[in-house]
Every structure is written in C-alpha cells, then in structure tokens.
C-alpha cells in the first residue's frame, strides 16, 4: 500500500474560475492557490455539466451525467447503489473521508445525512444551513458564540429545526430570536458575528486535518474537502475584509440581454438588472474576501499533509462545483442562465509524476472520477454482464461519459473533446420549462437553446469574451447557429450514453 498515492479534493461552493482569475490579477492575494496551480497542472477551460449543487456534485462522486445518475436538479437524492469512486477507493484499500458539504442527499431532508452509504469511512457534514454537526460544536465548544452562530443559519425552512436534537427544541424561534440580536446576519454580504476560529470553514478544515493526523502511517488516504463558501450569503470572518483591493474589484459585465436578448429574459424577475437594486460592490468585496479565507485553508491543509509526511505522495485537486455570476450581465447566482461566470470553474491538478503548466483543452466535472481511478490505478465499475443470449450487445461498454485528465497532467496530447454540453432543469423558483436550457461550449462558441419558447443565444467568444454581443438572429452568422444547433442536439441525446447503471440488469435483454 505504500507506493498508493493520497488524494484530497478540495472542492469550493459557487466559484466561478473568472471569479480566481480576476482575484490573481489583482483583486486579492491568493498564495496557496497560486502555489498550487504553478506546482500542478491549470485547466482555465473547465465547465460543470450542471451548474447547480446536487447534479454537479452527484457527477463529480459518480463520473456519470445528469441523466445516467439521475439527480437533474436539486430536490433529488442521489441512490446510494449507483457506483462512487469513494466506494472503488474503499475497496481497494484507502481510508475515505468527507467533510463539509457533500450535497448528495436534499438538504432540506434533514441536517444530519448519513454519507458512509456513498463509499466513506468517516464524515463531518456541515452544509448550507449551518444546523448540525458545526453548530452543536459551537454550542458544547464555544457557548459563547453560540447565539450569533445560530443568526447565520438560514434554511429556516428545513422541518426537522422545529423538533432539534434529542430535546427536540423549537430550533427556529432560537434562530429567529438570534438574528433580532445580530441583525446583520440576515443580509446577502456581512462579515461573520463571532472569530474565523470558530467559523464553518474553519471547523471543516480541523475536522479534515484531524482524518489525516489519524491515518495509519502506510495507508492510503482519500479526503473531500468541500467547504459551503463562496456560496451567498457571502460571509466571510471580518479581518479578511481589508485584504481585498477593492479599488481592483472589476464592475459588472452590462445586462446585454435588454436590449433585444431572447424571449427568456422577459418576465418580470428581469425587469431590472441586479446590479441597479443591489449593492455589487459590496457583494463582491465579501465574495473576495471568502476567497482569501478559503485559501488561508488550502494553505492549512497542505501544511497538514507536510507535517505527517505524506505531501510528496498526495494527489490534490481543487475544483469548485459551479460559478456564481454575481452581477455580471445584470445577474446573480448560477441555475440556466450559462454564461461564463455560471458555467465555467476553476480546475487545478497538482501532485508527483505531473507536468506542470497550463492545458488548454475543455475539462469536465465528469472527468474527475476517471482522473482519481486513474491516480490510484483502479477500474471503474462497469456496465459489462454477460451478453445473456443477444450477440448484438458487446461485451464491454464505456463505464464513464467523461476521460481521465491524468495524461494530460502529464504532458501528452490526446484526441480530445471539441464541445462540452451544459444543461439546467428547474430552479428554486420556477418548475416549467421556460427554466430548462441546454448548451454547447466550444472553444469558440457559446449556443445556449432556451425552452418553453425561451429562444436561443450564440456568442462568439474569441471576438467577444464577455458575451455582450448575441449572433443568433444575426443572418451572418446563421451558418455556424444551424451547425451548434444541430451539435447541441446530439449531445442532448447522447447524454444518456452510457446507458445509465439505475435498475441496469443487462444491456439488451428482455
């Protein structure tokens, strides 16, 4: 087991790859991230195929689409019987361990999901609301803390906070009562009420150290990392605040969809662009701050794994599961408007046997659990069974839609992906199909297909990177709409292949 590499996945909520790249130029200090992406391998290229939570989050633990796993949007549980990487992991021998959000079960089923299911040994689980696990730290730990701990939980919404714990406390009107004592904690951007020691992402950093430290010499490892921030609100501890240039803070991208944009964006939710009613500028100087925080962590957990000796041998990958628009074209938070700030996220591999530097070709979120079977030498489950009397059928079919990156890393070149394909179903707000839109992104080109009688957007990327500029009623430009619609088309059809493992007994059967 000693020549089995580590591997820790750090993954962030709702950071957009311009979001880091802007933060680099300027913005804020990022160190470790900086460190991190220069002694590994840099994909700027890199798109999640759902940009919302769960979906995103259920490809990244099981490699497979939306459509083959099942979670199309939040509100799903993803079935623990599908095939993890975790579990393969397990199997083969490495300790597993989460901590922080996972997201796999709908959070607003309870606070305390049960993770081991998915192929872990140990768990930590705190997610977007803040009840749970964490909060009870504070509350035996820090009681000091504890009330304005409780003015950040905001999911009041979940049912179990009405009967809470063992003595089954009305855990809303405490939270109620907290937030008239910390009134600022109700708002979109604050500084947290109580010390960065105390704060979630911090506890989700100590609780990940402590699964290192407490790993047998010899035995492989395997850590999520997933912290809840920069997901809104954006909360970060007050002293991260003056380490933004908030002179730096780039303005929002304008709202180009007002003047003649598709038939999506009229309804009254658009009737005006969201940096008009809300403060960016602050949004964003919070949203960068988190940031700075969340790399103080990064920089915690590679001292960790420095300290027990096991850096040089540890695989890490940081990635985040979608992006957050915030304010760019007038907008906020991600669902189906897939502009590059929704869609696009960071992705950085770093660890031994790589070639450093940057690697232009497009990256998926489904390639992530290739990439780590790869790193540990492993198979992914597989759809093959015996051909079971029908000689049509191969024995053999692809496990996984996405490809490991690890060559790549490495330095070869591949045929690879031309077009990588997005999709949205529903969001919090709306369940009709005016909320649905698929993508192609290539390198060039953005064609998004709204539905309902939403319309479409093309976007030539290379001429206009911001996306200010929509082609698809532009006659000039008809040939290349037709030729990514028809694209678009295929991918949407093909992104149930390979067939999807849910209730599979064998391809082709009766």
Known sequence: MTNRPNIVLVMVDQLAARWLEQAWQGVVDLPNLRALAEGGVRFPNAFTPNPVCAPARATVATGLTSQGHGVTECGYDLDPALPTFMRTLQRGGWRTGAFGKLHLRTQIGGVRPDYRPYGF???????DSRAGEWLDWVREHHPEHYRAALSTVW????????????????????????????????GEAYTLPFPAEISQTNWITERACDFIRDTEAGRPLFAHVSYVQPHNPFAPPAGYLPRVRAERIPGPLPAEWRSGGPAYFDREQYRQASYDVDDWKSHRLHYFADLAHLDEQLGRLVDCLRETGRLAGTYVIFTSDHGELLHDHGLVGKWERHYDTCIRVPLIVSGPGLSPGVRSELAELTDLAPTILDVAGLEPDSLARPQLGNPHVPRQLPALPGSSLLPLCQGLDLDWRTAVYVQSNNNHWEASPRSWSRTVRTARHRYTRYFGGGGEQLFDLEADPDEQHDLAADPAAEPIRRRLHDELLELVVLDGYPNSPRGLYGIGTW
């Open 121 to 127: 040994d140990v768990t930590h689980i705190t997610e």
């Open 155 to 186: 999911m009041t919404m979940i049912p179990e906070l009405r009967a809470y714990g063992p003595e089954r406390r009305d855990l809303v009107a405490e939270i109620e009562a907290a937030r008239r004592e910390f009134p600022a904690s109700t």
